[in-house]
């Protein structure tokens, strides 16, 4: 079928030694072979389908044993067996045969744990390859109680409307005026959520299920309390008048979602018990991809088992090149939600000079620092409380807050704070981030608790460094050209690691695991970090936090 040396040829004489026979091509041009798998001590009639440029993998198809389980782990209801998730396993282009013959050996494995039982895992991943339908996304967090609206929005009002499902409709909203949707129907109370422990499992034969019987049959097999649930809020829905309902499962670390639309062949009001049920149970069942869009999941998901900074109570101050960056990166962690509070502190005017290493840009020009990033970045987190302070530090009350980060790189600021703070007996945690000379490091100091170092403490009195930064000589370099007023050159890229510092250190406090305390990155080649990343005790000398 192919010249000799190809990697095609090669295929075509490996599969016809394992006992498949090539059938042809595949409408998509894919080759098909057919023979069969051995797997729990039989032979299962197969069909294989191989990519011919090698970039997918096979698709293998088995016919199943009569008897066999009506759920089956990794294998759908045409036989299709789900071996191996796209991207788990390394494919050579170079060796379709060798890759083929492989996936074959993997699929009988899949095949024999499956059949006996035994194969159990990564199933809620791979069940939504047999699960397909429109995306609903939901805007609630999980287990909570009571109905929930679908409120179906757009892009334009041409478009096919997403199915949002909330038990919030104003926080919602919010959200989906951030995304620029058109906000279409509100079904009010159209949606409920079951859970189940079962973890889903697609089933052989009709699927997906077609309606609400084989849909609630299939979930008896999973879980029979689930399936009483759903078909008694199903009943509810129904007998309520309403024309459709959409049911969450929340099943163990997933969700997955189905629209059921009444069957309303009968006029409503005259039917009984057994009427609805049979009405119920003819009704038209379409799986739903479930995607949660909840604050708490977008901002766990990236740090899972990790306590994020929702509920916290932070000030920024200064809202300048590393601020501005580090503002994103703290909401982005949880910043502002939950009762927590970003507040952005800066008095300072965005000069369009500024914004080539600004978070910012043109568009904010000539607007106050803390005003512009707020407004900026609340566009993108409608949810999380931000508050724009355009005023200096000394100005504002610190006192209420659970953590000061000063990103001014003023370090007389910071002693000002620490002394403010010690003369009135009072203690707040200082995250102090800043930029070693023309961007040779960034630095980033904690003082999480009285007896750590302040930013006084890592100099002598006579100010020479106890800590230096690099073990060469730091360039003094200054740039500013007429009335602009001098400053110190570095790009936004050395800002933008200033921030990352800054915000791990928060993480990391927040996590419970505040050290090192004192940490440099180094950020312009030819230099080597000298005071090593550690916990730095306080000098009881020090002018600013000794008083
Ligand atoms: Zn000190």
Redesign the pocket.
């Known amino acids: 079928m192919m010249a000799d040396d190809t990697p095609l040829a090669a295929l075509g004489r490996a599969m016809k030694a394992r006992g498949f026979e090539y059938i042809g091509r595949a409408p998509d041009e894919w080759l098909e072979f057919h023979g069969a798998i051995k797997a729990a001590g039989a032979a299962h009639v197969a069909c294989l389908a191989v990519d011919p440029s090698g970039l997918e993998l096979p698709r293998i198809r088995v016919e199943l044993p009569q008897g066999a389980p009506d759920v089956l782990a990794h294998i759908g209801a045409d036989g299709h067996v789900c071996y191996a998730a796209k991207g788990s396993l390394v494919l050579d282009i170079f060796d379709i045969a060798g890759q083929t013959l492989a996936c074959i050996d993997r699929a009988a494995e899949v095949l024999d744990l499956s059949l006996s039982g035994e194969m159990n895992k990564d199933l809620e991943d791979e069940f939504f390859a047999f699960w397909h339908g429109d995306i609903c996304i939901l805007d609630v967090y999980p287990g909570d109680p009571g109905n929930l609206d679908v409120l179906f929005a757009g892009r334009g009002d041409h478009d096919s409307h997403i199915a949002f499902v909330t038990n919030d409709v104003v926080r919602t909203r919010l959200k989906l005026k951030a995304m620029s949707l058109t906000e279409g129907e509100l079904l009010a109370g159209a949606a409920f959520r079951v859970r189940t422990s079962a973890k889903p499992k697609p089933l052989q034969g009709a699927w997906p299920p077609p309606t609400v019987a084989p849909l609630l049959q299939w979930q008896g097999l999973l879980d029979p309390s689930a399936r009483r649930n759903i078909e008694r809020r199903l009943l509810v829905a129904y007998a309520s008048g309403r024309r459709a309902a959409l049911c969450v499962v929340d099943s163990p670390l997933t969700q997955y979602a189905f629209w059921v639309a009444f069957e309303t062949a009968n006029p409503p009001g005259r039917r009984s018990a057994a009427d609805a049920r049979v009405q119920l149970y003819a009704s038209k069942a379409y799986p739903m991809i479930a995607v949660r869009m909840d604050d708490r999941y977008v901002t766990q998901r990236n740090a899972p088992g990790r306590p994020t900074l929702s509920g916290k109570k932070i000030a920024l101050v200064g809202c300048g090149t590393i601020g501005g960056f580090l503002a994103e990166l703290l909401l982005k962690a949880g910043a502002g939600l939950e009762d927590g509070e970003l507040a952005l502190i800066d008095p300072d005017i965005l000069f369009p000079q500024n914004i080539g290493r600004h978070r910012l840009g043109l568009n904010r020009a000539l607007q106050n620092k803390a005003i512009g990033l707020k407004e900026e970045l609340a566009v993108g987190a409608p949810t999380a409380n931000i508050r724009a302070l355009p005023v200096k530090a000394e100005e504002a009350d610190l006192t209420r807050f659970d953590l000061i980060i000063n990103a001014t790189g003023e370090e007389a600021l910071g002693h000002y704070l620490?002394v403010t703070f010690a003369r009135r007996g009072m203690f707040v945690p200082i995250l102090t981030v800043w930029v070693e000379g023309p961007g040779v490091a960034v630095r980033g100091l904690l003082r999480d608790t009285v007896e750590c170092?302040?930013?006084?403490?890592l100099s002598e009195l006579q100010r020479a460094p106890l800590y230096p930064v690099v073990n060469e000589p730091v360039p003094l370099e200054l740039a500013g050209h007429g009335c602009e007023g001098l400053y110190v050159p570095f790009p936004a890229s050395v800002s933008i690691q200033a921030a990352c510092l800054a915000a791990e250190m928060v993480t990391d406090w927040t996590g419970g695991t505040p050290g090192p305390r004192l940490r440099t990155r180094v950020t312009r080649p030819g230099f080597t970090q000298a005071a090593p990343d550690a916990d730095v005790a306080?000098?009881h000398t020090?002018?600013?936090?000794?008083t």
Do not use: S
């Open positions: 620490t170092a302040c930013i006084r403490c306080r000098r020090c002018p600013a936090c000794g």
